[in-house]
């Protein structure tokens, strides 16, 4: 079977192609975002085939898998096949509603022959779907090990672009966390974090590196600190607890149901989540402990093995 899919999203994407077919991923000559072709700093295998637009409409495609509004016509345009029409589809909603979820109806929603795959039951409950066909497979994440040493005691925060998303991802309440716990900040586009802030360089590391070596990196920090206020579940907080990591996280969003009691902290009360990066900070064994605990939850609930027998169902039922 032949699985059409957009390179966006290239975490879930390693995930969701280690599935027993074949996707075929659109490259163009500059590799933009409608054309990034094969993974760079991620391991697909070769059941990862790169065509032009040109190839596409000659590809036999049993399978169209959007995940932005843009790609229905995109897919129309580049294939010559309309999405749900000529080829079965599905559309992956990886994120919340950016407006209100009262008012944010979802572009699909007015189709009912495109299945709308939301990442988490949040998601599915705050977006507007209209008489769109809805279901949710949660993500799956391929298993890096249990790498921590909380060696540094330091927070771990993951975000791209902190400066520009701001409020979204928290980034103005990490001059409050600084105060208890100097952080390490990785993602793209880190640079000038600090100055941003107002913080001393020391407390605020801003610290973007290549994708084989951020696990080990992370897994080095105490805990890993998750201040996001509004997007989806994010990747990031899940693969720190597959590494072992304790989590002191924002009660938004999915997060209570990714963090079980003794997984970690979660609140929305800032004292809180304070005392509790002091807390990880100051007793290692605790830190150690609960990091355990946040392994073997995440382990059981996001495990790669779920997740691709989610989309095995999926894709079958979408194509039969």
Not at 59 to 81: C, K
Not at 146 to 155: C, I, L, N, S
Not at 269 to 282: I, M, P, S, T, Y
Request: glycine letters at 8%; hydrophobic letters at 40%.
């Amino acid at each position: 079977m032949n699985v059409l899919v957009w390179h966006v999203h290239g975490s879930w994407l390693t995930s969701f192609v280690r599935g027993p077919y074949t996707f075929l991923v659109p490259v163009t000559p500059d590799r933009g975002p409608d054309g990034l072709g094969r993974a760079r700093t991620w391991q697909w295998p070769r059941t990862v085939r790169e065509l032009t637009p040109e190839e596409l409409r000659e590809a036999d495609i049993d399978l169209m898998v959007l995940q932005r509004p843009h790609e229905l016509e995109l897919a129309h345009r580049w294939t010559g096949r309309r999405p749900g029409t000529d080829v079965p589809a599905v559309y992956v909603e990886h994120n919340a509603p950016h407006e209100s979820a009262v008012d944010t109806r979802h572009p699909l929603a007015d189709r009912s022959d495109i299945p709308l795959v939301h990442v988490t039951h949040f998601n599915r409950l705050m977006w507007d779907n209209g008489r769109a066909p809805t279901t949710v497979v949660e993500h799956g994440i391929i298993d890096p090990g249990h790498r921590w040493t909380g060696e540094t005691r330091r927070a771990a925060v993951v975000v791209n672009e902190p400066v520009r998303r701001g409020r979204t991802t928290g980034t103005d309440l990490l001059t409050a966390f600084a105060r208890a716990a100097p952080l390490d900040v990785f993602g793209m586009r880190t640079e000038g974090l600090a100055d941003h802030l107002g913080l001393p360089a020391e407390r605020c590391r801003a610290r973007d590196l290549p994708q084989g070596e951020l696990h080990t990196a992370m897994a080095r920090c105490r805990l890993y600190l998750h201040p996001v206020r509004w997007t989806s579940l994010g990747l990031s907080l899940l693969e720190a607890m597959f590494l072992g990591m304790p989590v002191v996280a924002l009660d938004t969003t999915e997060v209570r149901e990714a963090v079980p009691e003794g997984a970690g902290v979660v609140s929305n009360r800032l004292d809180v989540l304070q005392e509790a990066v002091r807390g990880f900070l100051a007793d290692a064994d605790h830190a150690r402990m609960t990091g355990e605990a946040a392994r073997t939850a995440a382990r059981a609930r996001y495990g790669e093995r779920r997740f691709r027998d989610d989309w095995d169902r999926l894709i079958k039922e979408a194509t039969r």
